[in-house]
């Protein structure tokens, strides 16, 4: 049970659990074998595989991708028959004959992965290329020429993303300076001008807004546009501005004055006076809230009482 449920090598019966770091490489016959093994096995040229006995060779083992020795099995077939077997539908005269040429390749991998007429299989396969021999160079050179233009593309792209990225770096430290320069001339400028400070401060953001329009067009000329507040954001910080002081007089505060259209409530401390707080229920101390008394309750109970007792419809 336990090796079905975790890598093995079939050679010296050594699973992933006694061996963490294990590498299992598989051969093109499907069988795996760990790569200790693989290496006393393979101390001449070519060696037969311990399941089944094919003559492999060292270089046939590599490391598995897949879990299921079955789907590495195939994939493996599969890559080899399609280096022969490498003919799209301009190939053919109609649609029908590529249908049934994809049908004899799937058919073919088939047999090859489950053991079926493998030698008829062979057979049919050697003597497709002795056919087909010139069309299958000429569509190997076809791939190899897209695959470097692929490659070519790629490379072309990531070289254009690296530039970009550089002038984004360059025009960001080129920004930042310029801020500081800014900042320290200012901080100057307020030291030691004789010019009032609300002046300076309104001619310092006048020049830094036409500073943002040179940075949205230079952040524009590297492929990516940004608002003014998205620029800091990405920056990571914000300019400093100076606080503007504004002088006047000091904030007083007034009561509010409601017109309730009825008599004063008297005040919190003259509810006991007036005989308010005798038909008041007191309270447990379990059944009070934070901050509130019985007096806030008559008082709110007296405002309700109260209010629109001497309202008139004219006043309406």
């Known amino acids: 049970l336990n090796e079905k449920m975790e890598d093995f090598c079939p050679r010296c019966r050594t699973s992933s659990y006694q061996n963490p770091n294990m590498k299992l490489l598989v051969n093109v016959c499907g069988h795996k074998m760990c790569e200790s093994c693989v290496d ?7 060696a037969t595989c311990p399941e089944c006995g094919i003559i492999l060779r060292r270089n046939q083992y590599r490391l598995q991708q897949f879990e299921d020795s079955y789907v590495e099995k195939e994939v493996e077939i599969r890559k080899r028959v399609l280096k022969d077997y490498n003919k799209n539908e301009k190939d053919f005269p109609s649609l029908r004959e590529y ?15 489950n053991g079926i007429d493998v030698e008829i299989t062979k057979q049919k396969i050697e003597e497709y290329k002795k056919n087909n021999q010139a069309l299958i160079m000429k569509n190997r050179q076809k791939q190899l020429r897209q695959e470097q233009l692929l490659r070519n593309k790629l490379h072309l792209e990531k070289t254009e993303q690296e530039m970009r990225n550089r002038r984004a770096q360059e025009d960001e430290i080129k920004v930042i300076r310029s801020r500081k320069r800014q900042q320290e001339s200012l901080l100057d400028e307020l030291i030691s001008s004789d010019r009032p400070a609300e002046e300076l401060v309104a001619e310092a953001r006048a020049t830094k807004k036409s500073k943002y329009d040179d940075e949205e067009e230079t952040v524009e000329s590297t492929g990516v546009v940004f608002s003014k507040t998205q620029f800091q954001q990405q920056k990571g910080k914000v300019a400093f501005e ?26 919190l401390e003259e509810l006991e006076s007036y005989g308010y ?13 934070g901050g509130f008394l019985p007096a806030h309750a008559c008082h709110r109970a007296l405002q309700e009482a109260f209010s629109c007792l001497t309202m008139s419809l004219q006043d309406r």
Not at 242 to 267: A, F, M, N, Q, R
């Open 99 to 113: 249908n049934d040429y994809l049908e004899e390749l799937e058919t073919i991998i088939f047999n090859l992965a």
């Open 40 to 46: 006393a096995v393979f101390t001449r040229p070519s």
């Open 277 to 289: 707080l005798k038909n008041v229920r007191s309270l447990e101390s379990h059944n009070q809230g």
């Open 242 to 267: 100076p606080l503007l002081i504004e002088t006047g007089s000091l904030y007083t505060y007034k009561p509010l004055l409601i017109d309730t259209h009825g008599p004063g409530v008297p005040d």
